[in-house]
């Protein structure tokens, strides 16, 4: 174990006192896991969409103060009692979700929502006693989807934790840990499109680049990417978009037009934006007879969509998908694996790289569109 098992960390962390207000850097302390629990040093982070929702406390229930962060690779620092698959040392990349492997969902191969870890945003503190690990100066500082990594070390369940190959780099990998695998494995476990297949893409920000290039992996001959911002079209093509649909474009159903490009309809769309009326498109889209569409964007909780019965008696698929139905021990670690076979490449979603002290700059960046995904450097 390592010198610092047991005992109180004292360390950096970005923390968020208020809604919308700047992250304050500054020393807190973390206390040493409990049972089924590990801690880990963060080495890299990253940041994503949810963090600066939630970080805005626009439509949610506000929990303050809070240390966000949930897409990061590190190595385990100590384990708690009852953890016995992780040990000091391990790279690993710590998930929003997770798999205890004890529950229906776990031992289901059809699922990877967890009964006991799957995604919480309301907690604020640990399952096991309810408690936070943060504290400064014995104020409580709460969790963020069970990860907090804008943390020089934190605390995880054990069962939100994926091993992975300490060989790969962990400032580029990290990004599977959320938004990347999301719009992967959507299409690859869900969609499944074929070689020489036509793919729709709704959404081309980070998650639906990410199910693009699920598409340019599973050999689609033609990615049409949907989106309202022509200035995302350029840079859709490094990850396979072969045609691009602006629906401002025309005045009629966006769904039309690409039933109209493709002779009645594509074999598979992805919808990434979380969007209502995208939704309707996205489905009403695929071909008859055998087309799938299948949702990945989180909509507003009020949000319902119709269509007529008679789209899905003709033969059409709608689905969704959590986290792309990866499991995130027993999978996400093979994800990572076809990172290193270059089967996968992960470089061209990565746009910035700062170090932990400027961490604001990475909101800053989201907030104005320019990045899909900034790096932060813990040790910077």
């Not at 793919?199 to 290039?213: Q, R």
């Not at 990434?272 to 695929?286: D, K, L, Q, R």
Request: glycine share 10%; with cysteine.
């Amino acid at each position: 174990m390592s010198n610092t098992a047991g005992q109180v960390i004292r360390c950096k962390a970005a923390v968020a006192w208020e809604a919308g207000k700047p992250l304050v850097v500054e020393e807190v302390e973390v206390a040493p896991p409990q049972r089924m629990e590990v801690r880990l040093r963060i080495l890299v982070t990253s940041l994503c969409h949810t963090d600066v929702y939630f970080w805005e406390a626009k439509g949610q229930t506000p929990l303050f103060p809070r240390i966000f962060g949930h897409e990061a690779g590190g190595i385990v620092e100590s384990v708690g009692e009852g953890v016995t698959d992780l040990q000091p040392g391990d790279h690993v990349l710590p998930i929003f979700t997770g798999e205890c492997k004890d529950c229906r969902h776990c031992k289901s191969e059809e699922s990877n929502m967890c009964d006991l870890l799957r995604i919480n945003t309301d907690r604020g503190a640990m399952l096991h006693d309810g408690r936070t690990r943060f504290s400064k100066n014995g104020q409580p500082i709460y969790h963020f989807l069970g990860t907090s990594t804008f943390s020089e070390y934190t605390v995880v369940h054990v069962g939100s934790v994926a091993k992975i190959n300490p060989q790969a780099p962990l400032d580029k990998v990290c990004v599977l840990s959320c938004g990347i695998s999301t719009g992967l494995g959507a299409t690859l476990n869900v969609a499944k499109p074929t070689k020489g297949s036509t793919v729709a893409i709704f959404g081309l920000g980070a998650v639906g680049l990410a199910a693009a290039e699920g598409a340019r992996i599973s050999g689609a001959s033609r990615i049409i990417g949907v989106d309202l911002n022509a200035n995302r079209f350029n840079d859709a093509r490094k990850f396979g978009v072969t045609e691009f649909v602006n629906p401002k474009d025309y005045d009629k159903p966006v769904q039309q037009v690409i039933a109209e490009m493709t002779d009645g309809g594509v074999d598979r769309s992805v919808e990434c934006t979380g969007n209502a009326n995208a939704m309707i498109s996205a489905f009403e889209c695929v071909h008859d007879g055998w087309g799938v569409a299948v949702l990945v964007g989180v909509p507003n909780k009020d949000d319902a969509f119709k269509t007529h019965p008679v789209n899905l008696l003709n033969g059409r698929t709608l689905k969704g998908t959590f986290f792309g139905n990866y499991k995130p021990r027993s999978d996400i670690p093979g994800v990572v694996e076809k990172y290193m076979k270059k089967e996968l490449e992960l470089e061209k979603f990565i746009t910035h790289e700062i170090p932990f002290s400027e961490i604001n700059k990475a909101f800053d960046y989201m907030l104005r569109g320019e990045s899909l995904r900034c790096i932060i450097r813990m040790e910077a």
